[in-house]
C-alpha cells in the first residue's frame, strides 16, 4: 500500500482507505451506517456518547468508531453481535431519565434518538425508577430548552466555542448531575446561535418561534438562497399551505457549510407583517386601490410602451432596489431589455459617481468563500462582518484558527476581534 491508504476489512469486506480518517468516516464515505450522536463531522470528536461502538478484532473491548482511526490489516465488524449489544447497552442507558414525550416534542419525526430507538433499542425497560428531570435554561427568545432530553452529547457546546467563536455554553456539574447551561447565566446572544437547534439530536434545544406549530411531516422542503446578503446562503424553506414555517440549512461546503446566520433562519416573519404591501395597488382617481397582478402587468406595459414611444430608449432608466433578491432582478433586466431599455440601477443610494471611470484602488479578489480559510492575513476596513455578514466572518475565523493572526483596521466594531489572538 502507499504512505497514504491502508487496506481493512468492514463487515467481511476489504477496502483501500485514507489512514488519517477516523473509522466512522471511513464507513460515511463507503455508505456504511454507524448509529451515532456526539459525531458530527464538523465539529471535533468528543466519544461521549458511544452509540458507535463496533467490534474490531483483538481489541479487548468495542470500539467508538468516531475515535478509532483506521490501520492496515484492521478487521472491523459492525453487524457482528458484539457490535449489537453495545449499541443496545448504550440506547438503554440514554433512555433510563429520557422522558417518553414524543407525542408533544418539536423533534418528533426528525428525532435521532427516537430513530435510532426503534432500530437499536429493546422492547422494554429494565429501569422501574422515578426519572430525573433537569431545570430549563432561558436561553433567549429564539432557542427554546428542555434539558431533561438532553443526552448530553455536546455538540452545542463544541459548536460556540469550534465555530462559533463564543463559548456560551458548557457542561455543569458530574455524573448523573451533568447538565448544559450557560456559565454566567445569560442568553445565547451570537449571530449563529440557531444553528444548536439543528445541532441537536433530540428535542432539548428547539426552535421558540416555531414551537408547537406544525409536524415536520406535514411541511414541503424548497431549495433557495438567503436574501439577506451578497454571500449566497443555501437554504431550504419548510412551507405548509403556500407559508413558510421555518427556514433550516441546506449543506453546500464551499459557501456555508451546515450553517447559517439567525437572520436567515427567524427573518422571513416580516413577509407576513400586516403593514407588509402583499398585493398590488394603482392609483385611480388619486387613491391606491388593490388590483390583480394580471391588472398590473398590463398598466404597466401600458405605461413603458408609452414611455418608450414618446422618448429615446436612451432617455428611460430604471432604478432596483439592492434589497431585492437575484431572481427579481434578472426577471426585472430581461423584461426591461425587451423593451429596449438597458439603463438599470441599484445604487439608489450613492450620490457620487464621479469614481465610476477611474480603475478599481482593489481588483476583485475572484476567489470563493471557502479560500478565505486559507488566507494568512486578512484586513477588514469599514466593515462589521459579524453583524454585517456573518458567513464571511465564519471563513476568516476558519482562516484565523489555521495562523493565529488577524488584521483589523477602521473598523466600526471590534466585535469580530473575540475570534482570535490579534498580533
Not at 466512522?24 to 470528536?45: A, N, Q, V
Not at 478487521?75 to 457490535?83: G, Y
Not at 486578512?378 to 465564519?394: C, F, N, W
Not at 466600526?412 to 476581534?417: A, D, L, V
Request: with cysteine.
Amino acid at each position: 500500500m502507499t504512505d497514504k491508504k491502508v487496506k481493512i476489512t468492514i463487515d467481511g469486506a476489504v477496502h483501500s482507505v485514507d489512514k488519517n480518517k477516523m473509522l466512522i468516516e471511513i464507513t460515511d464515505e463507503l455508505g456504511i451506517y454507524i448509529p451515532r450522536f456526539c459525531y458530527h463531522e464538523k465539529l471535533s470528536i468528543a466519544a461521549n456518547c458511544r452509540m458507535c461502538l463496533v467490534e474490531v478484532e483483538n481489541s479487548s473491548n468495542a470500539l467508538p468508531a468516531c475515535a478509532t482511526p483506521v490501520s492496515e490489516g484492521m478487521v472491523v465488524n459492525t453487524q457482528s453481535s458484539s457490535s449489537k449489544t453495545a449499541q443496545e447497552s448504550t440506547m438503554e442507558f440514554l433512555l433510563i431519565n429520557h422522558p417518553l414525550d414524543c407525542p408533544i416534542c418539536d423533534q418528533g419525526g426528525e428525532c435521532e434518538l427516537q430513530d435510532l430507538a426503534y432500530s437499536y433499542g429493546k422492547n422494554n425497560s429494565r429501569f422501574d425508577l422515578l426519572k430525573q428531570t433537569k431545570p430549563n435554561d432561558d436561553l433567549g427568545p429564539l432557542v427554546s430548552t428542555d434539558m431533561t432530553r438532553c443526552i448530553m452529547c455536546t455538540r452545542c457546546v463544541r459548536f460556540g466555542s469550534e465555530v462559533a467563536g463564543i463559548q456560551e455554553l458548557g457542561t455543569i456539574g458530574r455524573g448523573e448531575a451533568s447538565t448544559i447551561s450557560t456559565f454566567v447565566e445569560q442568553t445565547v446572544d451570537h449571530e449563529l446561535s440557531g444553528n444548536i437547534i439543528d445541532l441537536c439530536p433530540v428535542g432539548a434545544l428547539n426552535n421558540k418561534p416555531y414551537r408547537y406549530t406544525d409536524r415536520t411531516w406535514e411541511l414541503d422542503q424548497i431549495k433557495s438562497i438567503s436574501p439577506h446578503d451578497c454571500v449566497g446562503t443555501n437554504i431550504y424553506m419548510h412551507v405548509k399551505n403556500h407559508k413558510i414555517k421555518r427556514i433550516v440549512p441546506l449543506q453546500n461546503d464551499s459557501i456555508n457549510e451546515s450553517w447559517i446566520a439567525d437572520r436567515d433562519r427567524f427573518g422571513f416573519d416580516g413577509i407576513y407583517s400586516s403593514d407588509r404591501i402583499d398585493a398590488p395597488l394603482i392609483r385611480r382617481n388619486g387613491e391606491l386601490v388593490t388590483a390583480s397582478h394580471e391588472d398590473s402587468v398590463k398598466l404597466m406595459n401600458e405605461h413603458i410602451s408609452s414611455l418608450v414611444n414618446a422618448n429615446s430608449q436612451d432617455k428611460i432608466a430604471a432604478l432596483v432596489s439592492p434589497s431585492i433578491s437575484l431572481n427579481e432582478q434578472f426577471l426585472l433586466a430581461n423584461y426591461l431589455s425587451l423593451q429596449g431599455i438597458k439603463n438599470i440601477d441599484h445604487r439608489i443610494h450613492q450620490i457620487d459617481f464621479t469614481g465610476d471611470t477611474l480603475d478599481p484602488l482593489f481588483p476583485h479578489l475572484n476567489i470563493n468563500l471557502n479560500e478565505i480559510e486559507n488566507m494568512k492575513t486578512i484586513l477588514v476596513m469599514g466593515s462589521d462582518l459579524r453583524k454585517e455578514t456573518p458567513m464571511i466572518a465564519h471563513w476568516v475565523k476558519r482562516a484565523a484558527d489555521k495562523v493565529r493572526q488577524y488584521t483589523s483596521s477602521i473598523t466600526r466594531s471590534e466585535n469580530i476581534t473575540f475570534l482570535l489572538v490579534i498580533t
